[in-house]
C-alpha cells in the first residue's frame, strides 16, 4: 500500500507527505524526541514550534508506565493528536550494552499502544567497529527486521539500516530491508559521526543507501541540528529526530544554522525566535538552570523548524543547490562531505529537475551541478558548419561563446537554462576550477566533431588553461583593447 507521496523535488531532495494511522505530516520533517517521564517541553506543546509528528521511547515507556499507557493508549498518554514514532530500545542497547526486552515485545508493545511508526530493537553497530562485529550485529538485526514485518499490520515499520562505516554493508544493509519491506528506512548509528563533525563519513553513507533505496522516506537517526539538515535532504533524507535541542540546552548550548555557541560566549542574540526578542544573553545568564534551559531549548527548536521550512521552500523554488553550496560553508568538513557528490553524479543526474528558473553561481562546487553536465550533452547534440567562431568575448559575432563553468554556449542557448540563466561572476574574477571546466568541456566538443574547424578568440584570462587543444582548433589570444 502507498502510504507516501512525492510533492516536489530538487536535487536528491523532496516534499513527501507521509500517512499515518493518526493522519499525515510533510516532509521533510524534524520529530522532536519527547522524554515521556522528564519531558522539558511537553509533548502537546511541540505543535506551535512547528512540529507536525513527535518521537518517543517506547522502550521507557514500556519499562515505566507500560500499564498506564497501555490503558490510554500512547496518544492519549501524550496528549497529542498528530503522529508519533516510537524507538525500540536500541539507544539504550548501544549505551548499557543490553536491554530487559525481546525484539518481539517491544515491537508488539510499539502496536499495541497505537504507535504510527514502529521501529524494531535493531543493534547499531558505532562506527569504526571491527568488520566481524558489524557483520554479526547486521544479521541479528535483519532476523529481527523480518520478525517486525510478521507482526506489524496497523502501524507503519521503519527497518533501520546499520553497517557502521563499511559503506559495503550500508548497502547490503539497505538491499535486504528494501526486500523485507518497510515504509521508512532510517539509517542508524550515526550520532557518533555528527558529534565528531564526521561530515565526510556521514554523506558517504547517505549517498550509499540513498541509491539502493531510491523511493521510499529515509529517516536519519539521531540527526538534530539544523546545520546538517539541508546537505543531508539533498542527499536524500526525509526525516530526522531531535533530542539535541534538548541536550543541547542542558549545557547552555545554543543552535544556530551555522554551527553551536555557548550562552557564555554570547553578547547578542542572533536570532529573532520569540525567546531571543524577549531576552537578553546576559538576562539569560542570570537565570536559575531550569528556566534557562527551557528556554534554550525552545530557541534550538525554534531554529531547527526555521531551517526545515527554508529547506522545503528552496525545493519549492528550485534552489537547493544554492542553498545548501551557502550552508556548507559553516564547516570545513560539511564542505568535504558536500564534495562527494562528485562521486555520484550519475545518480544525482536521476533525481534532479530538468529545468529550473535560475542557475546561481555560489563557489566551486556548482560546477558539479548535473546542469552543467546535461549542457555539455545538450551541445553535443547540435550541428555545426565546417568552421565555426568561438570567442569568450560576447563583443565578437560568434555561433558559440566560452563561458566560465560550462565552456561552449551556441548562440541558439544562449537565452535558455542553464547557461542563458545563469548568474556567474565576471571571468577574471571567478576560481580558476570554473575556467579550467569550460576549457575541458570545449575540447571535448571539439573532439566530438572532428571534422569541424574551431576559430577561437579568448581574452587573456583564458590563455594558459588553452594548452593541448585538438588539432582542429586555431587559438586567438585577444588582447585589451580589441
Ligand atoms: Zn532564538
Known amino acids: ?31 522532536p524526541v519527547v522524554n515521556p517521564n ?42 497529542v493528536d498528530i503522529p508519533v514514532m516510537t524507538d525500540s530500545g536500541s539507544y539504550q542497547l548501544m549505551v548499557y550494552g543490553d536491554v530487559e526486552v525481546t525484539n518481539r515485545e517491544i515491537v508488539e508493545f510499539q502496536e499495541r499502544i497505537g504507535a504510527d511508526i ?9 562506527p569504526d567497529s571491527e568488520r566481524d562485529t558489524a557483520e554479526e550485529d547486521l544479521e541479528k538485526t535483519l532476523q529481527r527486521e523480518k520478525e517486525a514485518r510478521d507482526i506489524i499490520s496497523r502501524s507503519l515499520l521503519a527497518l533501520p539500516i546499520q553497517g557502521s562505516t563499511f559503506t559495503d554493508l550500508r548497502r547490503r544493509s539497505a538491499e535486504a530491508v528494501k526486500k523485507i519491506g518497510g515504509d521508512v528506512y532510517p ?6 559521526l555528527l ?41 536524500g533524507c526525509d526525516i530526522f529526530d531531535s533530542a539535541a535541542y534538548a541536550l543541547y540546552a542542558k549545557d547552555d548550548r545554543y543552535m544556530t544554522i551555522y554551527g ?20 537578553t544573553p546576559e538576562e539569560m545568564k542570570e537565570m536559575n538552570k531550569k528556566e534557562r534551559e527551557r528556554l534554550i531549548a525552545e530557541h534550538n527548536l525554534y531554529v531547527s523548524f526555521q531551517e526545515i521550512k527554508t529547506i522545503k521552500q528552496a525545493i519549492k523554488e528550485g534552489s537547493l543547490f544554492e542553498l545548501v553550496e551557502k550552508r556548507i560553508r559553516s564547516h570545513p568538513y560539511l564542505l568535504a562531505g558536500w564534495r562527494l557528490i562528485k562521486d555520484y553524479s550519475k545518480h544525482l543526474e536521476l533525481f534532479d529537475p530538468k529545468i529550473k528558473k535560475k542557475f546561481l553561481y555560489c563557489g566551486v562546487e556548482s560546477i558539479y551541478r548535473p546542469s552543467v553536465m546535461r549542457h555539455v550533452e545538450a ?10 567562431v568561438v570567442s569568450s568575448d560576447f563583443g565578437i559575432l560568434a555561433e558559440i561563446y566560452l563561458r566560465p563553468v560550462f565552456g561552449p554556449v551556441p548562440a541558439e542557448l544562449m537565452e535558455s537554462f542553464p547557461a542563458g540563466h545563469a548568474e556567474i561572476p565576471p571571468e577574471d574574477l571567478i576560481e580558476d576550477e570554473a575556467i579550467i571546466q569550460a576549457v575541458e568541456n570545449l575540447k571535448k566538443l571539439m573532439n566530438e566533431k572532428k571534422d569541424v574547424k574551431f576559430k577561437i578568440y579568448v581574452s587573456k584570462r583564458w590563455e594558459k588553461y588553452m594548452k593541448e587543444l585538438p588539432e582542429n582548433g586555431e587559438l586567438h589570444v585577444l588582447s585589451r583593447e580589441t
Open 1 to 31: 500500500m502507498q502510504k507516501f507521496e512525492i510533492l516536489d523535488k530538487d536535487v536528491m531532495g523532496r516534499i513527501c507527505r507521509i500517512e499515518t494511522p493518526s493522519g499525515t505530516f510533510e516532509t521533510p520533517a524534524l520529530l
Open 38 to 79: 522528564i519531558p522539558l517541553i511537553d509533548a502537546s506543546e511541540m505543535r506551535k514550534f512547528g512540529a507536525e509528528a513527535i518521537i518517543t521511547n517506547a522502550y521507557i515507556l514500556y519499562r515505566t508506565a507500560k500499564q498506564e499507557v497501555e490503558e490510554k493508549g500512547l496518544h492519549r498518554f501524550l496528549n
Open 118 to 126: 514502529v521501529v524494531p530493537l535493531d543493534i547499531p553497530t558505532p
Open 187 to 192: 539509517i542508524g548509528a550515526v550520532v557518533p
Open 195 to 235: 558529534d565528531s563533525y564526521r561530515f565526510l563519513d556521514l554523506a558517504r553513507i547517505i549517498l550509499e543507501v540513498r541509491s539502493v533505496i531510491r523511493v521510499e522516506p529515509i529517516h536519519l537517526f539521531g540527526c538534530g541540528h539544523p546545520m546538517v539538515f539541508s546537505m543531508a535532504v539533498a542527499m
Open 260 to 279: 553551536t555557541k555557548k550562552l557564555v560566549d554570547l553578547h547578542y542574540f542572533p536570532c529573532s525566535c520569540p525567546v531571543c526578542t524577549r531576552y
Open 379 to 388: 551541445v553535443k547534440n547540435i550541428e555545426f558548419g565546417g568552421e565555426v
